[in-house]
């Protein structure tokens, strides 16, 4: 009986440590972005209005993202579901039906 559960221990340690090892990659696809300038990735949206009125696109959002010092970034569309944390080193970009922003935001 002492035994059976010294074993259960150990292979539960053993699972527990595994989950936390890694390879050695990192997969880049899912790290967010870090701010490349002298910011400490929070989010000032007036950095990025020069997007409002322009075709939220990949690319605008990447500008966007590194013009306002956000660490991460999203294109919101009408009728998106989202959550209601507020998370400062985020940018979001507000479209309109067209794909146009409308407004530019951070949290």
């Avoid at 690319?59 to 966007?64: F, H, I």
């Amino acid at each position: 009986m002492i035994r059976t559960r010294a074993s259960l221990a150990s292979l539960l340690m053993i699972a527990a440590l595994a989950g936390c090892s890694t390879d050695g990659q990192s997969d880049a696809a899912n790290e967010p972005a870090v701010a490349t300038h002298g910011s400490d990735g929070r989010c000032q949206a007036s950095g990025a209005d020069f997007a409002m009125g322009k075709q939220a696109t990949p690319a605008l959002l990447e500008q966007a993202r590194t013009a306002s010092g956000s660490q991460i970034a999203r294109i919101l569309k009408p009728h998106d579901m989202v959550t209601l944390e507020y998370r400062s080193e985020r940018l979001n970009l507000n479209v309109n039906e067209q794909g146009l922003v409308n407004r530019v935001n951070c949290g």
